[in-house]
């Protein structure tokens, strides 16, 4: 099993920068695929990034490409994720997540944190 904890959400203003952080506890997150994703208010979850064990791939959907950068560090058991240019519609709660296989935007990952707060006003 592994406990995923967010951090790093909050109240941004459009065109700033944001960096979430997740941190992996009970098992050893370099041996997962972790990613993030998203829910808009009175959305469904949308996938946002993911990001091999090794760090050597990495998926982003179209609209946050380019905008948007994840990362990991092994040694902390931790994946970022890297917002810039953040505008209104970036707007959810973001939910890391992990697996022992790729996470993708059409899979299910097994675990799941809890989310933390984005809001961006214009």
């Known amino acids: 099993q592994a406990q995923l904890v967010e951090s790093g959400g909050g109240l941004v203003q459009a065109g700033d920068s944001l960096r979430l952080s997740c941190a992996a506890s009970?098992?050893?997150?370099?041996?997962?695929?972790m990613g993030w994703f998203r829910q808009a208010p009175g959305k469904g979850r949308e996938f946002v990034a993911a990001?091999?064990?090794?760090?050597?791939?990495?998926y982003y959907s179209q609209s946050v490409k380019g905008r948007f950068t994840i990362s990991r560090t092994n040694a902390k058991n931790a994946v970022y994720l890297q917002m810039n240019s953040i505008n209104p519609e970036d707007t959810a709660v973001y939910y890391c997540?992990?697996?022992?296989?790729?996470?993708?935007?059409?899979?299910?990952?097994?675990?799941w944190g809890q989310g933390t707060q984005v809001t961006v006003s214009s």
């Open positions: 997540a992990a697996d022992e296989d790729m996470v993708k935007p059409t899979t299910t990952p097994h675990y």
């Open positions: 009970g098992r050893s997150a370099g041996n997962l695929s």
């Open positions: 990001i091999s064990w090794s760090g050597a791939n990495t």
